[in-house]
């Protein structure tokens, strides 16, 4: 019987073959490695996604640029309240309509709150007008008392309108005195369908400005003197939720997916991105605008059936921030970069006309700011 | 010859070991009877039986039977010392009664939303065919309060009146994202013997909303909102005229309760935890609306009742404990319930007792038991 030892031990594997599989291996984890965790990713123009890169050069980014859109949390948090200070240290219940002043001031409308709120550029919450009581009470602006207030505006001589939705109410807030301008049943406005739910002022030289307040009951934009009195009512094609004045007047008809820009429409735009479907009837659109601002040359919307802030333009809407989908709205509350940012329930926005979009994100109770690049605006 | 010294000592310990205590004299005494003499250890033995008996956590009590063949009990309360279930029965919902001396079956609806009970009245939401009414019991025989209430979700019986709250639709059909124009609560209060139902007041709430009780003379409203990471508001809502108050909110689902003086409690999430979704807090409402903490680290999605000044609380576990609430300085202490069974509700039925199935009653039919709690 042959003995099994040291001479005659075999190898199992050729010793080069052991080899080359030990170099691949190496190999492989190697580029796994380089690939996940060193390369930079890139977008279709080359450019890397993020990092601190600089703006892109061409506007064809906005397509797939939105990691390029900063979105965080100004003032407020989840849970609802009633208290001023610092934007982390404020709260809020339902924040909608959102204005600035000239002089950078963001005017909220505390819905839920029956108050109006100011934060100044600093970061500072205060409590412009309305104990918080809902009511309908002139004078004094801390013992005013407001009822589900919607809209706000700000006049040229820095006079606040409210359009006070739960008193179917314009008020004005001046030199810290609340004052009622315009009410149902009065001055020629009908005491039965008429909700006025947005406002907007708009300078002209006949009447020292005018306001456009947007009525979701009578479906109608009525233009009223800055004193209240009736200059003209606009019926509309359905009931609009926003009038904004700041170039061409823009109205949000979501019940018609409309956004009417001055004399164009805008109905049912397809969210860009979303060619690829080759169902044109299962695309995702714009379907229940329900704010929109102008944004430089294009406009900066929201939807009632995408939680997320969209920038319209030629009948397209890019997606800057938050996921539009069409298995419907993706609520969540989360700061990030562009289309990782969430939104529960954006309903108000307020630009800067620099590179800041504010948006009240309603169910959040919070104000959340867009950063957006210069070219947004051009 | 022993020294007088020795002598006084041995005096000394003779009577030590005999049990006396005086050293006046040497003179021979008569010692006490054996009985006497074991009686302070046996005095000392007690003592210390009855502080093991105090440290020993308190135990309830046999569970006594009071219904059987009992299917799917949905909600149970207590009123007037008496118990109050939904049951389903197979395509129709019961309100059964037990008071001691047998069930008693006092409606039978194809679906009921809520139910109320106070001072041997009931009340309750039936719903039919779409259609949903408020109904009654004062005596023998169930009347309809309000045929037509097709959007009321919860309703509150206190001093006869029937509190309820019914949703109001959006002014724009199918777009809710501006709370002054969506949907919003109303409500409606009408006396548990009939007559016309007035409004009470309004909520901008949209979401899911409960008639807790009444406080003094304010209703007790908990509001849910719906939604990712939903928010729970509380408001104090006049009952005689005025505007309603958010007095509490908070992110996630909470529970309240109002105890039969007044006092509301009701549960936010944990402040004291890095995980404020596994564990409960419990505050109290104060007379001025402001709120103080009374409990912390209890199991969360729980439900807090109040029985005969005491406050309960039962977790909302797949095996839900049944929690005594501590205070700021101590934590809470579960209370052991009989093994085998599974709380269901607490009650105040001539003093706070648990209703209880059995454990292993997880479909089909099983009885339900009472047992009291240890005051």
Partial sequence: ?378 | MPSSLEIALQAFTYRLLQGVHTLDSFKPRTLPSSKIRILPGLVAAAALLFALYGLMPARMAMPRQIADRVTGVRCAQSADGAWYWLEQRGGQCAIVKTDGRGNTVIATEPAILDLSVDQSQSAWIALSVGQASIRSCAGSTPTTLCPAAPTARSLCLRNGIVYWAEQQPEMLSGIQALPSIGIQTVIKAISVSGGSSSTVGSLLEAGDVKIVGLSGDKLVVMCTRSGMRGVSALYLMPTKGGEPARVAAAVGTQHATVTRHGKAYYTTAGRDTSNPALLAAINALNADGSSSPLSDWLPANGEIYAANNQLLYLDGSVYPALWKPGSERSLPEKLTVPAGYTPLAVGDIGGPKVLLRPDFAISGTYPLYEVRLPE
């Avoid at chain 1, 609520?331 to 800041?356: I, M, S, W």
Wanted: aromatic share 6%; charged share 15%; with cysteine.
């Fill in chain 1, 1 to 378: 019987m042959k003995q099994r030892g040291p001479s005659n031990f075999k190898r199992q594997v050729s010793p080069g073959l052991a080899a080359v599989m030990v170099i691949a291996v190496l190999v492989v984890v190697q580029y796994v490695w380089y690939v996940g965790l060193v390369k930079k990713p890139t977008t279709p123009m080359g450019q890397p996604k993020s990092g601190g890169a600089p703006p892109p050069a061409n506007k064809e980014l906005l397509l797939h640029g939105k990691d390029y859109i900063v979105v965080d949390t100004i003032a407020g948090d989840l849970d609802p309240g009633n208290a001023d200070g610092p934007g982390y240290k404020a709260r809020f219940d339902r924040p909608t309509g959102l204005a600035i002043d000239p002089a950078g001031v963001l005017i909220i409308a505390d819905s839920g709150n029956n108050s109006i709120r100011s934060m100044r550029p600093d970061g500072v919450v205060t409590t412009l007008a309305g104990n918080g009581t809902p009511g309908k009470v002139d004078g004094a602006a801390s013992n005013a008392q407001f009822k589900y207030p919607t809209g706000v505006c700000v006049g040229a001589d820095g006079t606040i309108y409210v359009a006070d939705t739960g008193n179917n109410a314009i008020r004005a807030i001046k030199a810290g005195q609340v004052t009622t301008i315009a009410v149902a049943g009065k001055g020629g406005i009908p005491n039965g369908a008429y909700s006025p739910v947005s406002i907007a002022f708009k300078s002209d030289n006949s009447h020292g400005g005018t306001l456009l307040v947007a009525d979701a009951a009578g479906k109608a934009v009525w233009e009223l003197q800055t004193g209240g009195g009736v200059i003209a009512k606009n019926v509309l094609a359905a009931a609009p939720t926003s009038v904004s004045a700041n170039g061409d007047a823009i109205f949000c008809l979501p019940q018609a997916g409309m956004l009417q820009i001055g004399s164009g429409q805008t109905q049912n735009a397809y969210i860009a991105g979303s060619d690829e479907l080759d169902d044109v009837k299962r695309r995702p659109r714009l379907s229940h605008p329900l704010n929109a601002i102008h944004l430089g040359t294009a406009v900066a919307a929201v939807d009632a059936a995408h939680t997320c802030v969209f920038l319209v333009k030629n009948g397209r809407a890019e997606v800057l921030a938050g996921l539009a989908s069409s298995a419907g709205p993706a609520h969540d509350y989360k700061d990030g970069n562009g289309e990782a940012a969430f939104f529960n329930q954006p309903t108000g926005l307020a630009t800067d006309g620099k590179r800041v979009i504010y948006v009240a994100d309603t169910a959040s109770c919070c104000i959340r700011r867009l950063t957006a690049p210069d070219f947004l605006f051009h």
